[in-house]
Each structure stands twice: as C-alpha cells, then as structure tokens.
C-alpha cells in the first residue's frame, strides 16, 4: 500500500467512497480543501486503486484537524486507517503542530476504537454536531516523535512503501546573547 498526496484525478474516487461512508455528503468540500491545503489531503493506494483517504488542516498554531478519514468498505480491518491517520499525524508533526483534534459520531463506535489506538482521548460531547442531529465526540491526541516511529518503521516489511518521516526544525531557536 501507498500513502501519497491527493492529485486532481483523484476526485471521482475519493467521492465514491465519501458517499459510501457518509450520510452527510458535499462534494465541493473536498475541492476546496485540496486547494486551500494540498499537503493535508492524502489518499491510500493498493493495486493501484484508491482505497482510502484522509483530509486534515492546521486549525491554529498548535493545534491540526482532522476533517475527514473514510475506507472502502471492502478494505476495512485492513490497517489503512490507522496508516492515514499516522501519515496526517506526520504532516502536522512536520508543520510543528503538537495535538491533533478530530470528531466521531456518538454511535461510531468502531471509529472510536481505531482512534483510542492510535492514541486519541475523548475530551468533550457537542450536542447535536452533526446535520441529522447526532451527538459527536471531540477527541484529542498530543503528536510526538514517539507515536509516529512505529508506523513508519519499515524494517520488518522493506518492500512495504510507507511514508518517511522528514527532519523536524526546533519550534524556536535560543538567542546567540541574552
């Protein structure tokens, strides 16, 4: 499998599986979150077919969102959730955000398993979140080096493609005087 960038010609299949997965469907979020955050738009790849994608967006200073994560059914169970979330973890680790946030249906609670692994912790409840009135779970995680090298280590499987993590740049460097 290969995690890689979302490109144009991707659209028709990133829709297929967005309509699959939820009720709640506009298409034109999608176009616009490609083009105001190319970077966080990523999409999973096995047999050179799109199985699966993730979108997320720095929302502040510290702080990255994940927007939405969707797999085909037929690949579910399959670990390519857990990839796309560790590869928009890696993004935002690379962007010097330190939590991740996201939101859950209240009754998703197979989504709610994968993200406690991944090592999401429930932090709230909003009321009637989502369009048909459903209650959604905010969940939060704090990235570090630690949660991503597991992942991303392919010396059990080399000829696995994995997305490598990049050289991360000090948040701030200390003045030469004081």
Known sequence: MIIRRFVPDDFEDILSIEQEAFSDHN?????????MN?????????????????V?????ENEGRIFSLAVKDEYQSRGIGTKLIYAILKVF????????????RISNTRAQKLYNKVGFVSCWIE????????????MKM???????????????????????LTKREPAFKIPDSI
């Not at 298409?27 to 083009?35: A, C, M, Q, S």
């Not at 991303?152 to 000829?159: A, E, G, L």
């Open 56 to 60: 997320g967006y720095q929302l502040n």
């Open 93 to 104: 680790y690379g962007n010097l955000i330190q939590y991740a946030s996201l939101e859950v």
């Open 142 to 164: 704090r990235i570090s080096p630690q949660c991503l090298l597991n992942v991303f280590d392919t010396s059990n499987n080399p000829s696995q493609k994995q997305v490598t």
């Open 127 to 138: 009321k009637k979140y989502y369009f048909d009135g459903e209650d959604g779970i905010i």
């Open 27 to 35: 298409p034109l979020v999608y176009i616009n979150f490609y083009e």
């Open 38 to 54: 190319m970077n966080g738009f990523l999409v999973a790849i096995d047999d050179n077919e799109i199985v699966g994608f993730v």
